[in-house]
């Protein structure tokens, strides 16, 4: 509203000049046509007059115009060339912006003058009126278009509010239409992305108590028993207790140290054309050393050969790797990959003859630090955070990750890659 009473007042008249500048010939003819009836009148009528009385004639037709008129000398006129040449023809002479007309009376040096004309302009008092009431106008129509406005903002600061309070499922509800929906989604894709950091950060903070604590008391138990024991034998099956219990510890630190980088915001991926069976056949030899009690087999049919993804090999490599293992821990006598494509993916399947995974588990695997054997015992090993970094880089790469039923009767985890 302001800046529309700034141009009004100040910037107007230099628009005006700009335009009329633009359009001077246009606007001539135009103001031109608006006299050429009354200048063709008044020659008409003053061509029966003598000329010794064309003022006296012209002073008794004044009253029947809204402007002033007059004979003037031409030289009397302060004019340019081109105008005056235009006089020399005949032709109306528009001055002062269309307000002052000139027309040369036949032969004579003399020219009939109308003007100025004045424009029109309201009084003071109806434009101040005209103006209060088209102010009172935007600012309904402000406070129309404001309203709704503040009350969303109102909305997402009292999300904000709450959240901040320690409210954390609180959220901006607000519909796709909205201006503000943007704000409002992100606002709550951070409120979802706090609640889970703080919601893992809890169970992190639970899970790592829990996994120190327990190889700490048996160090601290090894220890006591060192001090009453005095056979030989015995000192060296707890001192080698002792250093296993430092292994897992360390082994714990360095999962950790792994999660937490893997944890942080998405690194650049390098992402190439992985030939997936001579990649698979690398990861599987790094792991059978580590178990020869189990049968491992890779299917190697010729068009396997052909089969390529799109992934990040040092990443990807790490997420496999995790699954084979995984398979390995768990698996009674036999670990298998299988190899398909279909839709344009290749789906990389891990399948053992262990116990499985049950249904209602198959989501939660891949949270840290969970383990089905909830007694957490020393055979299978982990800490529970190989599938959690495993989510993480499928994550990275947009692909998928689904737990199902293996045909050896055990668990199958299918990693679904772009091709």
């Known amino acids: ?52 009385q064309w ?19 031409i030289n009397s006129l302060k004019i340019d060339t081109t105008d005056r040449e235009m006089l020399e023809k005949g032709e109306i002479v528009v001055g002062t912006d269309g307000t002052l007309y000139h027309q040369r009376l036949g032969n004579y040096d003399q020219v009939l003058t109308m003007g100025p004309i004045e424009d029109f302009s309201f009084p003071v008092r109806i434009e101040a009126l005209f103006w209060c009431i088209i102010t009172i106008y935007f600012l309904i129509m402000a406070m129309l278009w404001a309203l709704p406005f503040w ?27 909205s201006a503000l929906y943007p704000l409002a989604n992100s606002f709550n894709k951070m409120a979802a992305k706090i609640e889970h950091l703080i919601a893992s950060h809890k169970e992190l ?21 060192l001090e009453t ?6 000192r060296h099956i707890k001192i080698t207790d002792i250093n296993t219990d430092v292994d897992e510890l360390d082994t714990l630190v360095s999962e950790l140290l792994v999660y937490a980088r893997f944890d942080r915001e998405k690194p650049s991926l390098d992402l190439t054309k992985l030939p997936v069976v001579p990649w698979l056949r690398e990861l599987v030899a790094k792991t059978e050393t580590l178990h020869t009690d189990i049968r491992f087999t890779l299917p ?33 006598h036999r670990v298998a990959l299988n190899i398909e494509q279909k839709d344009g993916k290749c789906i990389i399947h891990v399948d053992d003859d262990g116990p499985g995974v049950p249904e209602a588990d198959r989501e939660h695997i891949f949270d840290p ?51």
């Open 300 to 332: 190697d049919s010729p068009p396997m050969h052909e089969y390529t993804v799109q992934a990040d090999p040092y990443y990807m490599s790490r997420a496999v790797y995790n699954l084979i293992q995984n398979a390995m821990k768990y698996a009674e």
């Open 369 to 419: 630090f969970v383990r089905l054997d909830s007694s957490r015992s020393r055979d299978t090993g982990g800490h529970g955070l190989g599938l959690a970094i495993v989510r993480q880089v499928i994550d990275w790469h947009e692909a998928q990750i689904v737990v199902g039923q293996s045909p050896l009767g055990g668990a199958r985890f299918s990693v679904i890659l772009l091709i």
């Open 55 to 73: 003022e006296d004639y012209i002073k008794g037709r004044r009253a029947q115009f809204g402007y002033p008129l007059a004979i003037e000398p």
């Open 1 to 52: 509203m302001f800046t529309a009473l700034i141009w009004n007042y100040a910037f107007s008249s230099i628009t005006d000049r700009f335009v009329v500048k633009q359009m001077d010939q246009e606007m001539d003819q135009y103001y031109r046509s608006l006299v050429q009836g009354v200048y063709a009148v008044l020659t008409e009528d003053i061509k029966g007059v003598p000329h010794d």
């Open 205 to 225: 903070t639970r899970a790592v108590s829990h996994e120190l604590r327990t190889p700490i008391s048996r160090i601290r138990f090894g220890m006591e028993m």
């Open 151 to 177: 009350l969303k903002l109102r909305r997402i600061s009292t999300a904000a509010e709450s959240f901040g309070q320690g409210d954390f499922s609180a959220r901006a509800k607000m519909t796709r239409h």
């Open 229 to 234: 024991t005095a056979d030989a034998s015995e």
